[in-house]
């Protein structure tokens, strides 16, 4: 079971390969970087006087706060579509449904394939964060990157930290593309949720809201109960897990499969 398991989620992994999830991915991961490049070159006289002091950790700073303010769960509503998207063509759920193969497996491998190419997202954003800053540094002496080390520790913690709080959010991106066969549905709803947070993220009770869970690990949030940061992560853990586990009993009482 444990074996046959794995050999699906490996097949899921490599359906998804040359897709537009991939792609996006790809793109997502360097789009961020590639802009901070850009901007610093094309402006040193006012960002040098800002990486003085700390310039990986500046660096950092400036690539993750955009990621943990927007990017990300825009990231996160979109590839969860794209992967489920890919059954709904040529009729793929029919085909899985009618393979030798338990709901269980089906619904978990997916997720679990889901999960693995965010995963890999921020692998691929943390490599083309650090490459920038030494392309940066490269192409400008005054940033001095080539000459300070990199704060491992914090951008493994970071990274850790941001991939837990995404964890409900995807649960829930899931599940609505499960439910829907037109991917646009599953998007509006994420991106209405998302708008929404922003516009009560002083409520006292907002690290209940899964949209808003990696902008309350990032930044301080002024009003709002110091540990909300803390919060946010616990309650994305167990969110992701209850949201799961309602969706698989949701797939079980399907009456058209495919």
Not at 22 to 51: E, Q, R
Not at 60 to 73: M, P, R, S, V, Y
Not at 87 to 98: D, I, M, P, T, V
Not at 130 to 136: E, I, K, P
Request: aromatic share 16%; net charge positive.
């Amino acid at each position: 079971m444990k074996q046959s398991f794995i050999a699906n989620t490996r097949s899921e992994i490599i359906k998804c390969g040359n897709s537009a999830a991939l792609w996006l991915t790809l793109g997502g991961a360097a789009f961020i970087p590639v802009i901070n490049i850009i901007k610093t070159l094309a402006k040193p006289d006012y960002f040098l006087p800002k990486f003085q002091q700390d310039p990986w950790g500046t660096w950092l700073d400036h690539n993750w706060q955009i990621a943990a303010g927007f990017f990300l769960t825009m990231y996160i509503i979109c590839v969860t579509s794209l992967v489920v998207q890919i059954e709904y063509r040529n009729h793929g759920w029919k085909q899985l449904f009618a393979s030798p193969r338990s709901f269980a497996d089906i619904y978990f491998s997916k997720v679990l394939t889901i999960l693995l190419i965010i995963a890999k997202c921020f692998v691929l954003f943390n490599i083309f964060v650090v490459l920038s800053g030494y392309v940066t540094g490269l192409l400008n002496s005054g940033y001095e990157f080539l000459n300070r080390d990199i704060p491992w520790g914090s951008l493994v913690g970071m990274t850790a930290k941001m991939f837990t709080s995404i964890l409900s959010m995807t649960a829930i991106q899931y599940v609505l593309s499960l439910r829907f066969k037109n991917f646009i549905i599953p998007m509006g709803i994420g991106l209405a949720l998302f708008t929404t947070g922003f516009m009560i993220r002083q409520w006292e009770l907002i690290d209940y809201y899964p949209y808003m869970h990696p902008f309350l690990v990032y930044f301080k949030n002024p009003g709002l109960p110091s540990g909300s940061g803390d919060k946010a992560l616990m309650h994305s853990v167990v969110g992701c897990f209850l949201v799961l586990a309602i969706g698989y009993l949701d797939m079980l009482t399907w009456k058209e499969r495919g």
